[in-house]
C-alpha cells in the first residue's frame, strides 16, 4: 500500500485530509453538547460518560497524528492506522448509541472516503474491511433484538462500506490521473509561456500590443530600444503614431518617427494587426516595427548611384560629341568677324561666340562630372573645413548676411579625402541652404557632426522652403533645376565628389519647414 500521489507531495492537502477527520468529530461533540443543554433533566451519564471518554479519545489521537505529521507523510502504513483507530472508536459511539437509531452510521462512511483518497483503492477497501468487522463485532454485542431486519440492516450497512470503499477508490485513481495529466500540462503551459516571455524579448524586432483606445498592454524591451523610451506602459500608441489612427489596427508601410529628446528621425518598417483577447474580453492591435533608416538611406543612395551612373556614362559621350562641333563653329565665326564691317553683324557674332563658351564651360562641368573620382589619400579635418565655408558664407554679398550660423562639431573629425574637392562640395549644399531661405522668416543654417568608432556623420539642416518627394528624388540628376537661371549641375557635381569620398548621402525635406542633408563619412584612422 502507498500513499496517493497528492498527500506524498503536498503537505497542506494532507492537513486538509486530517482536519476534516477531526472536524468530524468536533461535530458531534458541539452536537451532544447542545443536546445536554437542551435536554438537561434527561441525561444519562451512564451513556454519555462512555460517548465523551470516546471523544476524548479520539481528540487526543488526533493531536498525537498532527504532531507527527511530516513524519506519517513518509510512512503509510502509521496513516493507514490512524484511520482504523478511527473506525473502531467510531464502532463504539455507534455501540453506546444504538444500532438501529445511532446518527453516527454516516461517519464511517466519510471514514472510508477519505481513506480512499489519502491510501488509495487498497486502503479503502482494506479500511472497510476493518470497519466491516468492527460494526459488526459492535452490533453482535448490542443488547438490540437480533431480529430478521436487524440483520438484513447490518448486511445493508456492510454493502455500504465496501461500495464507497470501492468508489471512493476508483474516484482516488481518477483524481490522481487528472491531477498527474493537470500538472504535467501545466508545467508545458509554463514552460510555453516562458519560452515565448523569452522569445519575445529578445527578438530584435520591437513588438507592442495595445487597446483600440491605444493604450499599451505590453511592449518588449527592442520596441523601447527603438523608440526611445525605458517604460512604454504609460504611453498612447497613437500619441506616438497618430497616422495609425485611422488604420483601425490594421497597416503596413513605412512611417516617420523622432525619437524623444533626438532630432535625428528615424524610418520605422510597421506592420499592424488585430487580434481578440480571452483575458481582456476585447480588441487588441500589435504592433511589428524595424528600425529602417539605415536600410531606406542605403536603398536611397543605390538608386540614385545607379541612375547617375547611367546618365553619367550617357552625359560622357554626349558632351565629347558636342564639344568638337562647337569648336568647329567657334573657330569660324572668329574668322567671320574679322571681315564684317556691320555693327549689328558683329554684336550678333559676338553674342555666338559668348554662348559657345558658356556651352564650353558647360561641357567642361559636364566632362569632370563624369570623370571617375581618384581614391582620396590625404588626411582632412572636416571641423576646420566646415568652419571655414561657413565663415565665407558671411562675407558672400550674393546671399543673406542675416541668416543665423549653429556649429555644433567636434574638434577632430578626420577623413581620407581631397580638401578642394571637399570644399566645393560643402558649398554647394551651404550656399543651396542659404538660397532656400531667401524668403524665411528665421533663417538658420544648423551644421552638426560628430565622430564613432568608425564613421564621421555630417548633418547640415536649413530653416528653407523645402522640397517635395518629386523634387527630392530628382535633386542629384544633372540638369534638373528649380532655379530660373541654374545649369542643374551643382548638386549633381558634390554628389559625385561625395561619392568619391566613400560617404553615403541622405536627404530629408518637407516643404515649408526645410531640408536636411545627412552625409556619413568612413573615419580616417
Known amino acids: 500500500m502507498r500513499l496517493s500521489f497528492a498527500l506524498q507531495n503536498s503537505k497542506n492537502q494532507g492537513l486538509t485530509v486530517e482536519f476534516t477527520r477531526v472536524s468530524l468529530f468536533a461535530l458531534i461533540l458541539l452536537i451532544s453538547a447542545v443536546s445536554s443543554v437542551f435536554q438537561e433533566g434527561f441525561i444519562n451519564w451512564q451513556i454519555l460518560g462512555p460517548f465523551y471518554a470516546i471523544l476524548s479519545v479520539a481528540f487526543g489521537v488526533h493531536v498525537v497524528w498532527f504532531s507527527m505529521w511530516d513524519r506519517l507523510l513518509k510512512s503509510p502504513w502509521l496513516l493507514f492506522a490512524g484511520f482504523v483507530v478511527d473506525s473502531l472508536l467510531i464502532s463504539f459511539l455507534i455501540y453506546y448509541s444504538g444500532i438501529n437509531q445511532s446518527l453516527f452510521l454516516f461517519l464511517h462512511l466519510v471514514n472510508i472516503l477519505l481513506a480512499g483518497i489519502a491510501c488509495r483503492g487498497v486502503g479503502a477497501v482494506t479500511l472497510a474491511l476493518f470497519t466491516s468487522i468492527f460494526f459488526t463485532v459492535a452490533a453482535l454485542f448490542s443488547p438490540e433484538m437480533k431480529a430478521l431486519n436487524f440483520f438484513f440492516l447490518l448486511a445493508l450497512n456492510n454493502i455500504a462500506f465496501f461500495s464507497v470503499a470501492g468508489l471512493s477508490g476508483y474516484l482516488s485513481e481518477q483524481l490522481q490521473t487528472v491531477g498527474k495529466e493537470l500538472s504535467e500540462t501545466g508545467a508545458s503551459l509554463r514552460s510555453a509561456q516562458e519560452l515565448n516571455e523569452v522569445l519575445v524579448e529578445n527578438i530584435p524586432t520591437g513588438m507592442v500590443s495595445f487597446t483600440e483606445s491605444g493604450e499599451v498592454v505590453k511592449a518588449n524591451s527592442s520596441a523601447a530600444e527603438i523608440l526611445g523610451y525605458s517604460d512604454l506602459s504609460t504611453l498612447n500608441w497613437y500619441e506616438l503614431f497618430p497616422e495609425t489612427r485611422r488604420s483601425e489596427g490594421l497597416f503596413k508601410g513605412d512611417v516617420k518617427y523622432t525619437p524623444k529628446n533626438d532630432a535625428n528621425a528615424k524610418i520605422l518598417g510597421m506592420t499592424l494587426s488585430k487580434i481578440y483577447s480571452p483575458e481582456l474580453k476585447a480588441h487588441l492591435s500589435i504592433g511589428l516595427f524595424d528600425d529602417l533608416t539605415k536600410i531606406r538611406q542605403l536603398e536611397y543612395a543605390a538608386r540614385q548611384n545607379e541612375k547617375l551612373a547611367a546618365v553619367g556614362g550617357l552625359a560622357a559621350g554626349i558632351a565629347h560629341e558636342i564639344r568638337n562641333p562647337l569648336a568647329g563653329i567657334s573657330g569660324s565665326i572668329e574668322l567671320l568677324t574679322q571681315t564684317v564691317n556691320n555693327d549689328d553683324d558683329r554684336k550678333l557674332m559676338k553674342i555666338v561666340l ?29 571641423s576646420s573645413l566646415i568652419t571655414e565655408v561657413l565663415d565665407s558664407m558671411k562675407l558672400n554679398a550674393q546671399v ?68 517635395s518627394e518629386a523634387t527630392r528624388k530628382k535633386m542629384f540628376e544633372p540638369f534638373h533645376t528649380t532655379k530660373p537661371k541654374g545649369t542643374g549641375l551643382g548638386l549633381a557635381v558634390t554628389h559625385k565628389i561625395l561619392e568619391g569620398h566613400g560617404a553615403q548621402v541622405f536627404v530629408e525635406s518637407e516643404v515649408g519647414v526645410g531640408t536636411e542633408f545627412i552625409l556619413t563619412f568612413p573615419r580616417a584612422h
Open 354 to 382: 559668348r554662348e559657345i563658351d558658356r556651352l564650353n564651360n558647360l561641357i567642361t562641368e559636364f566632362l569632370d562630372y563624369a570623370r571617375p573620382e581618384v581614391p582620396p589619400t590625404d588626411a582632412v579635418d572636416l
Open 400 to 467: 543673406r548676411a542675416d541668416v543665423e550660423q549653429v556649429r555644433e562639431y567636434e574638434a577632430d573629425l578626420k577623413i581620407l579625402g581631397r580638401r578642394d574637392k571637399l570644399k566645393q562640395a560643402f558649398l554647394n549644399i551651404i550656399i543651396n541652404s542659404y538660397q532656400a531661405m531667401n524668403d524665411s522668416q528665421k533663417p538658420q543654417i544648423a551644421v552638426k557632426a560628430l565622430v564613432t568608432d568608425k564613421e564621421v556623420r555630417v548633418r547640415i539642416r536649413d530653416a528653407g522652403c523645402g522640397m
